[in-house]
């Protein structure tokens, strides 16, 4: 089993910046590809980015390209992603994911994923 644990959620400008990372501990030889989604009020989880271990390959949606930058710090086992000028659409609860299984690419669906985190509220208002 993999626990995944999110942090560095809150409040901030559009504009600003954020961090939030996320904690992989248990069965962390099982974390290969990791990803960021993220779910707001009423409407479906969507894909945020996702990486590759040991990081070589990331993939990103559309809406947070060039804004997004997810990355991993493996001696750590934790990722990280970096929120440069969000917008208000941005506002969700964000969740780390891993699946189960390895592979070359990084999946991009939320069935694809087996381990979540308990997720971080982040709020983008000025």
């Known amino acids: 089993q993999v626990q995944l644990v999110e942090s560095g959620g809150g409040l901030v400008q559009p504009g600003g910046s954020l961090r939030l990372s996320c904690v992989a501990s248990g069965s962390t030889s099982r974390t290969y590809t990791m990803a960021w989604f993220r779910q707001a009020p009423g409407k479906e989880r969507e894909f945020v980015a996702a990486i590759s271990w040991p990081g070589g390959i990331t993939q990103y949606a559309d809406p947070v390209k060039g804004r997004f930058t997810i990355s991993r710090d493996n001696p750590k086992n934790t990722i990280y992603l970096q929120m440069n000028s969000p917008i208000p659409e941005d506002t969700a609860t964000y969740y780390c994911?891993?699946?189960?299984?390895?592979?070359?690419?990084?999946?991009?669906?939320?069935?694809?994923?087996?381990?979540w985190g308990q997720g971080t509220q982040v709020a983008v208002s000025s």
């Open positions: 994911a891993a699946p189960e299984t390895w592979s070359l690419v990084p999946p991009t669906t939320p069935k694809e994923y087996d381990y």
